[in-house]
């Protein structure tokens, strides 16, 4: 089944309440109106995933490529028991390749949001984009035609207030202050979360997509490549 307007309420509902009973006892809603959506959106957007990337880890179950309903709190004044967002994202396994971009999907009673690239980027990581950036390269040039070409996602504005590549164009400022890297599109608008093609208009975006997961993935394995030569030096 789709996602529909209960599976906002109960989540809303859920974190309102922040109640363990009301979550145990509500346990089959959960399943119903935000599990089963999300595990048939994962399986329907498998084949896209896999022919963008075929070492992207594309699995229907929590602790994969679905998100916990629970929050963890040990490290955060917030001590809410539930979160009122849930997403799915696909990745390479960290273990294997390091820190490479993903792509997501999230929804809440707020927006819903997609697209691909990092929660959180390394200094090494920014550095690497950076190189690409100003020496031009090809993974750099087509990312940026394939930004500037399309309206539906924006490299979400993490930059410096202050640049601090003065000496380049503004439009490669843009991208060299950049403190992320994570290319976003956004709606408040419910048509899209609940239409029965959700996972085919996301397979669109995200093959979209593809050129800046391509540079992403590029700095990425500069990183994995250097600290290998590093770790060889020793």
């Known amino acids: 089944m ?18 363990k009973t009301f979550f145990n006892d509500n346990r089959s809603e959960y399943e119903r109106l935000v599990l089963q959506p999300l ?18 880890v594309c699995e229907p179950k929590v602790g994969k490529s679905i998100s916990r309903i629970f929050r963890d709190t040990r490290f955060t004044h917030d001590k809410h028991i539930f979160r009122d967002v849930m997403w799915c994202t696909f990745y390479r396994d960290r273990k294997l390749f390091g820190s490479m971009p993903a ?31 100003k020496a031009d390269d090809k993974a750099y040039l087509k990312a940026k ?19 601090r590549h003065p000496d380049y164009p503004a439009e490669k400022q843009k991208w060299l202050d950049q403190r992320n890297f994570c290319f976003l599109a956004s709606t408040t ?35 994995v490549d250097a600290s290998a030569a590093n770790i060889a030096c020793r």
Request: aromatic share 14%.
């Open 2 to 19: 789709p996602f529909c307007e209960e599976s906002l309420d109960f989540l809303f509902l859920n974190r309102l309440t922040d109640s």
């Open 39 to 56: 595990r048939q959106l994962v399986t329907d957007i498998e084949p896209a995933i896999h022919e963008i990337d075929p070492f992207l």
């Open 103 to 133: 792509f997501f999907f999230e929804f809440s009673p707020r927006c819903t949001r997609w697209g691909c690239g990092y929660y959180q980027c390394g200094t090494d990581l920014l550095e690497a984009m950076r190189d690409l950036i």
């Open 145 to 163: 035609k394939t930004l500037d070409n399309q309206s539906v996602f924006e490299l979400q504005d993490t930059a410096y207030k202050r640049t």
């Open 189 to 223: 608008d419910t048509d899209m979360l609940f239409a029965d093609d959700l996972a085919a208009q996301l397979a669109e975006n995200f093959r979209a997509m593809l050129p800046m997961y391509q540079l992403m993935q590029k700095a990425a394995s500069r990183v």
